[in-house]
């Protein structure tokens, strides 16, 4: 399996309900980050959680990271239609000189019904 | 307003004929990268560059060249492109050049079909 790699790779829930995404991981890392993509649109980044971090929130988000379990999960509470998108984690690895590459996984689509 | 820009955003052109995809930024990032995404496979790192005149290869490097010869600009070279290299294609800057540690700002993206 790839690093950084989203379960479930689909999600469909009901608008006012909360939605769950994990990412697991095989190597160090220096930070997790998590980003949102509408159809065929640019990335846009949501959250960053260093490794010496266990968990952020960003208005309707909370995202949590386990390094022991080498995973993370992204939560969107009281989701609405606009947040209708696919979600990437990428994984930026434990620095150790040089240029680390941040690798992003194949992502969760996630579907909210009005 | 901070940007990436890429252009064109569409582009449909026939195997063999060398094409350029301009990216801009206006940030001052030092870090600028091109990333392909296809079906199933996620996003994947073309090259990169940590600064002036200082490129790299990514992942999937074969069929593309770049150049990085001011800050702002990072333009993707396709020689002679070919069926496979059909996709949508993102430019991304970032800060730092020790590494791509921070939030990457994507552009809009451009859809590449090669007939």
């Known amino acids: 399996s790839q690093q950084g790699e989203e379960d479930p790779q689909a999600l469909s829930i009901q608008e006012g309900e909360n939605a769950t995404m994990n990412c697991s991981y095989k190597?160090?890392?220096?930070?997790l980050q998590w980003y949102r993509q509408n159809s065929g649109r640019g990335l846009v980044h949501l959250i960053l959680?260093?490794?010496?971090?266990r968990e952020k929130h960003s208005g309707r988000l909370r995202v949590t990271l386990d390094t022991s379990k080498k995973s993370s999960s992204l939560l969107i509470t009281a989701s609405r239609a606009a947040d209708t998108a696919s979600y990437f984690c990428?994984?930026?690895?434990?620095?150790?000189?040089?240029?680390?590459?941040?690798?992003f996984g194949i992502g969760t689509k996630l579907q909210v019904i009005p | 307003e901070a940007q990436v820009t890429q252009n064109p955003r569409y582009l449909i052109t026939v195997t063999g004929k060398k094409l350029t995809v301009t990216c801009s930024q206006n940030?001052?990032?030092?870090?600028m990268s091109w990333y392909r995404q296809d079906p199933g496979l996620g996003l994947r790192q073309i090259y990169y560059?940590?600064?002036?005149?200082?490129?790299d290869k990514g992942d999937v490097p074969e069929g593309y060249k770049v150049s990085r010869k001011e800050k702002r600009n990072f333009p993707l070279i396709l020689e002679s492109p070919s069926p496979n290299q059909t996709s949508l294609y993102f430019c991304?800057?970032?800060?730092?050049?020790?590494?791509?540690?921070?939030?990457?700002?994507f552009g809009p993206g451009t859809r590449l079909t090669v007939l």
């Open positions: 991304a800057s970032s800060f730092q050049s020790s590494g791509a540690y921070n939030e990457q700002f």
């Open positions: 190597t160090s890392i220096n930070n």
């Open positions: 959680i260093r490794s010496n971090e």
């Open positions: 990428a994984t930026a690895p434990k620095y150790s000189g040089g240029y680390q590459k941040v690798t």
């Open positions: 940030m001052n990032h030092e870090y």
């Open positions: 560059s940590m600064n002036v005149e200082v490129t």
